[in-house]
């Protein structure tokens, strides 16, 4: 086992997705300095608006998801409407029993005071305010930053994450990363506008080339305090302070709201990006959220994902920092995350082809799927206004063993998600452990949980696992729910064991029945090792992933 620094953990910038990493990490006992190039917090509009279910729950482990939901906005049903018909309508899905909504929207100004509050509580934090980091370098002792600004000093920690934004240039630049990719031409006209729409403040609402946005789009979600943000597609020239001086703005707004009194409480204009790093570990230093990959906002893909590269930085560096773990398991943050945001750019770069076509071939087949789609439902598939986000799968991880019983179908339909099986997100659900009332993905991100169906050999796996230095426990799904809907959304079968990361990731299922069944192969304790090596990036691991089913 690699012996590492027991230094803090820098993290460069002080957005939603720093505040995460450092506050996950000091949940694992690391020590942080967080470092922003600001003076101070800029609660300024609505920006990333949409938490996604899956980013409530890794909030909830720092004392925060609850009380974003509390204070957002639930929305259930996304609408689509092409012109004046509304095309379809879908309910978004939960396999299993989570305790939070599909999606909250509340402005992420709110999220950062939550966030900050969490952080202000936390004493393994280290807060600095004005520190521009102009300088980077590393050995194999640590990671030294030099900041400008009032705090003009030297930092010295043993790694970084760098969550810097999408102004991140001049951290990519010190690291030697590139960010390829391109600027769309069409920008995006964002207002929040406090006003009273009733039956609109439980659903997304999407149009296409509305009589009132002629040949380009609109795009309304509810927000808190009665507020609604405003997503106009507008030309290349488009001027915000022209249109407010001379009416049109009042005009485009009274389109959309008719007579009703109005407040607009921000506005802003954005072009959109479609960039990500080529690598997002360079030596020490992490890349995470929009400093590590940008994507057009439509289906809610940016903060969302920056989350879930907070919790695999932190939870992997934590097994690092605490000797769980050697430093190749810093690798596949790379491995898991750049697969993360490629997935994403290739689905948003499909939207923003289907809003903003580029060829004539392009527009046709938008047209003609729009029109298709008004009275015939097999279109519906076809129609693009975002396909909302949703974790990665980490099928093809190096850290996840494969089952040849459970192969992945691909991608689900929009607004389906997969079915239970290695490198999924573990459904949620309410369980029991010693009388204390819990939720699984809880319990699972105390470390590894090994999940043990009926028949499953507990005495075996538990000699396997009391061997390791991992925090690690032993479960019978039976004990945890004894009303079986815990193994039914699963589709756990008999013998099986289940085999949880600390991001509540399924890692591997081990069939122990066949193992000891099956002439030639491993006993039990062996093949659990041998899942929990792998899902650790030791080597003596299972081939596993992509290289497993070649």
Not at 40 to 54: E, H, L, N, P, T
Not at 179 to 184: I, P
Not at 271 to 294: E, K, M, Y
Not at 429 to 453: C, K, M, S
Request: proline share 5%.
């Amino acid at each position: 086992m690699t012996t590492t620094t027991t230094g803090p953990v820098a993290v460069i910038g002080n957005g939603p997705v720093g505040q995460t990493t450092a506050l996950l990490l000091a949940r694992w006992g690391v020590p942080v300095v967080l470092l922003d190039r600001r003076p101070g917090r800029d609660a300024v509009g609505s920006k990333a608006i949409c938490q996604q279910r899956d980013v409530l729950d890794i909030w909830e482990t720092v004392g925060a998801g609850r009380r974003v939901a509390r204070e957002g906005v639930t929305w259930t049903t996304a609408r689509t409407f092409y012109r004046d018909d509304e095309l379809f309508a879908y309910d978004l899905p939960d396999h299993g029993r989570s305790c939070f909504p599909p999606f909250v929207n509340i402005s992420q100004a709110r999220t950062e005071e939550i966030l900050d509050e969490r952080i202000a509580a936390e004493p393994l934090i280290d807060v600095r305010w004005d520190h521009d980091v102009t300088d980077i370098s590393q050995d194999d002792s640590g990671v030294r930053l030099r900041c400008g600004g009032t705090g003009g000093d030297t930092i010295t920690a043993s790694y970084a994450v760098a969550c810097a934004g999408a102004r991140g240039d001049d951290i990519r630049r010190l690291l030697g990363v590139s960010f390829e990719g391109h600027s769309f031409d069409d920008r995006f006209l964002i207002c929040d506008i406090r006003t009273r729409l009733p039956g609109w403040s439980s659903e997304r609402r999407f149009y296409f080339d509305p009589s009132w946005n002629r040949g380009r789009q609109v795009l309304i979600h509810p927000c808190p305090d009665s507020t609604f943000r405003i997503d106009w597609q507008v030309p290349g020239d488009y001027d915000l302070e022209a249109e407010e001086a001379d009416g049109r703005l009042d005009r485009r707004i009274r389109q959309i709201i008719g007579e009703a009194e109005y407040e607009i409480v921000w506005k802003s204009v954005y072009r959109f990006h479609a960039r990500v790093a080529d690598r997002l570990r360079v030596g020490r230093v992490l890349l995470a959220g929009d400093c590590a990959h940008l994507v057009a906002p439509f289906g809610a893909r940016g903060l969302n994902s920056g989350v879930a590269d907070a919790e695999n930085a932190a939870w992997k560096l934590a097994f690092v920092l605490r000797g769980w773990a050697g430093e190749s398991l810093l690798e596949t943050y790379h491995d898991e995350r750049h697969a993360a945001a490629l997935e994403n750019l290739q689905v948003t770069s499909a939207t923003m082809r289907f809003l903003v076509p580029r060829t004539e071939a392009d527009t046709a087949r938008r047209v003609d799927v729009l029109r298709r789609a008004r009275t015939d439902v097999s279109a519906h598939a076809e129609v693009d206004s975002g396909r909302l986000s949703e974790p990665f799968w980490y099928i093809d991880s190096p850290l996840t063993t494969a089952d040849p019983t459970r192969p992945f179908a691909g991608r689900p339909p929009r607004g389906r998600l997969p079915a239970a099986g290695p490198g999924v997100l573990v459904p949620d659900g309410p369980v029991r452990v010693n009388g204390r009332r819990t939720r699984l993905r809880e319990l699972a991100r105390e470390g590894f949980l090994l999940l043990l169906a009926p028949e499953a050999d507990r005495a075996a796996v538990a000699s396997a696992v009391s061997g390791l230095r991992v925090p690690a426990r032993v479960h019978a799904l039976s004990e945890l729910d004894d009303t079986g809907v815990l193994a039914e959304t699963l589709g756990a079968r008999a013998g099986e064991v289940w085999l949880i990361r600390p991001d509540a990731h399924v890692a591997a299922v081990i069939n122990t029945r066949g193992t000891l069944d099956t002439p030639g192969t491993p006993a039990v304790g062996e093949a659990i090792t041998t899942a929990l090596r792998t899902a650790l990036s030791e080597e003596g691991g299972a081939r596993s992933g992509a290289a497993a089913r070649a």
